[in-house]
């Protein structure tokens, strides 16, 4: 016997990625399909409901991890390889699953930076605050994280006739300024959340406050 790491040792640290990239999921999946306008709202939403016990997976997984590199000896009999460690095998070892342990952390708080890949989001139309307009406000579903508001926004503002449009994940809705003489239609500003990846319907329409 050797003094690499158990199979299940390994397998423990591999688990732990695993676990963290499927907790996060509910997020990496609108970034990756929303941009081609598939909708991820059931799929999303299902790993979402599972994120809680995806990441105490992971933790477990990647206790085992650090478990089997540090704590647990291997049952050596005489004369087996293990009775002469290689100090050099066993630093490489290590550094591996402090790799992956930064990997586990950075892949399960994806939702708490992802809107940072998900570009900027769009500014209002110059001039807006002296046209005439209406708002409309949306209840938005299927948004997972921070991040899901930057598609949905850059899509409503993308709309001809839209001056503003402000996305709020954590109230789900989105509140649309448009101008009062050329308002798109109802099926344009839902088709625009559509694209993002979403769903939504129109909660209220009404006079702007500005204008």
């Known amino acids: 016997m050797n003094n690499e790491p158990e199979p299940s040792g390994r397998w423990a640290t591999g688990g732990a990625i695993a676990a963290a990239v499927v907790a996060s999921s509910c997020c990496i999946l609108p970034l990756v399909f929303g941009a081609a306008g598939i909708s991820t709202v059931a799929l999303a939403g299902a790993f979402e409901s599972a994120r809680p016990y995806m990441l105490g997976v992971t933790i477990v997984?990647?206790?085992?991890?650090?478990?089997?590199n540090y704590f647990r000896k291997?049952?050596?009999?005489?004369g087996d390889a293990c009775e002469a460690p290689r100090p050099g095998l066993?630093?490489?070892?290590?550094?591996?699953?402090?790799?992956?342990?930064?990997a586990v952390v950075a892949v399960a708080f994806f939702?708490?930076?992802?809107?940072?890949?998900?570009?900027?989001?769009?500014?209002?139309?110059?001039?807006?605050?002296s046209i005439d307009s209406k708002q409309?406000?949306?209840?938005?579903?299927?948004?997972?994280?921070e991040a899901c508001t930057v598609s949905v926004?850059?899509?409503?503002?993308?709309?001809p006739g839209v001056l503003r449009s402000e996305v709020d994940f954590q109230a789900g809705?989105?509140?649309v300024l448009v101008q009062a003489?050329?308002?798109?239609?109802a099926s344009d500003l839902l088709s625009a959340v559509s694209r993002a990846g979403y769903s939504a319907v129109v909660a209220s329409s009404g006079k702007g406050s500005e204008g």
């Open 90 to 102: 066993r630093r490489i070892n290590r550094t591996m699953l402090w790799l992956a342990t930064v």
């Open 181 to 185: 003489d050329s308002a798109p239609s």
């Open 74 to 78: 291997p049952a050596c009999e005489p």
């Open 136 to 145: 409309v406000v949306l209840e938005v579903s299927g948004m997972t994280c």
């Open 111 to 129: 939702p708490s930076y992802a809107f940072v890949f998900a570009g900027s989001k769009t500014p209002a139309v110059a001039g807006a605050e």
């Open 61 to 68: 997984l990647l206790g085992l991890g650090f478990y089997y």
């Open 153 to 159: 926004q850059n899509e409503l503002a993308a709309v």
């Open 173 to 175: 809705t989105a509140v």
